[in-house]
């Protein structure tokens, strides 16, 4: 899995690629725990190179999500499709999440 970061004036977008399992979740945690911890509010996951998401990458979303949550922030996710977005909708977590097309419609709706 790689993660890319870009800083916008109103938030992080993360492009996430590769495969997100339980070998390396952590690092999605550790990428939004230091954003969080700078004062950004809101992060969006870009996850159009994401092929693969285990249950502990999803936990990784929600974890961020619930600590966002505690701050007034959000975690948005876009790009979402292919096996991944399979796996959003089968548990039901994309209803829990604000999902865009792209990072700058995501952006747009801050």
């Keep these: 899995m790689k993660i890319e970061a870009t800083q916008f004036e109103k938030a992080i977008v993360l492009k ?3 495969r997100m ?3 390396n ?11 969080i911890s700078q004062g950004f509010k809101h992060l969006i996951a870009d996850l159009a ?3 693969y998401v285990s249950s502990m990458g999803l936990r990784s979303f929600l974890a961020a999500a619930q600590r966002l949550k505690s701050v007034s922030g959000s ?8 096996l991944p ?3 959003f909708e089968m ?4 209803s829990l999440f604000p999902i865009y097309e ?5 952006l747009a709706a801050l």
């Design 49 to 51: 190179d994401l092929q």
């Design 102 to 106: 792209t990072a700058p419609q995501a």
């Design 75 to 82: 975690l948005m996710i876009c790009g979402l499709r292919g």
């Design 21 to 23: 399992d339980a070998e």
């Design 25 to 35: 979740a952590g690092e999605f945690d550790k990428a939004c725990e230091l954003w």
């Design 16 to 18: 996430v690629s590769g």
């Design 91 to 94: 548990t039901k977590l994309d």
């Design 85 to 87: 977005r399979q796996v």
